[in-house]
């Protein structure tokens, strides 16, 4: 282990988050898949339609970002859009058949990546990190 016991926790959690990012770009970019969809592809991967709005919220990114990202999807061929039949105003966006093998592909990188991370962890220790991490995001949210 390079890090020391004492290094905060801020400062240990941002360096295994940037650890997570490259190593995911890197795995992405071999599937031709970009950072920013990743979460959009997991989220659709049921094969169920969602609101821009419900994207926005499960993805946890701001509505002119998503906006970006799925015009690129679309001209990319990774989503489709339908009238929602519930609300003729609404929009509800799907991924194509290319995208759902696309997106079973990241699903399995992710959690390829999530199982050599917590390498020599056992079951319960990952349940714990897990779990502490949800609290500290919890706890840092009620800041913002």
């Known amino acids: ?12 959690a941002n360096k295994a988050a940037r650890a997570f990012n490259r190593t995911m770009e890197r795995r992405l970019r071999e599937l031709g898949v970009l950072p920013a969809q990743f979460p959009v592809l997991l989220a659709l991967e049921d094969g169920c339609a969602r609101s821009q709005k419900s994207l926005v919220e499960i993805v946890g990114t701001e509505q002119p970002t998503m906006v970006v990202n799925l015009a690129r999807m679309e001209r990319d061929g990774l989503i489709s859009r339908e009238t929602d039949p519930a609300d003729r105003r609404s929009t ?33 220790e990952v349940a714990s990190l897990r779990l502490f991490l949800l609290y500290i995001i919890d706890n840092l949210n009620k800041y913002q």
């Open 1 to 12: 282990m390079t890090a020391k016991s004492a290094s905060p926790i801020g400062y240990l």
């Open 92 to 124: 509800l966006i799907r991924l194509t058949p290319d995208a759902i093998a696309k997106a079973k592909s990241v699903a399995a990188i992710r959690d390829e990546i999530n199982a050599s991370a917590s390498q020599g962890l056992s079951i319960d």
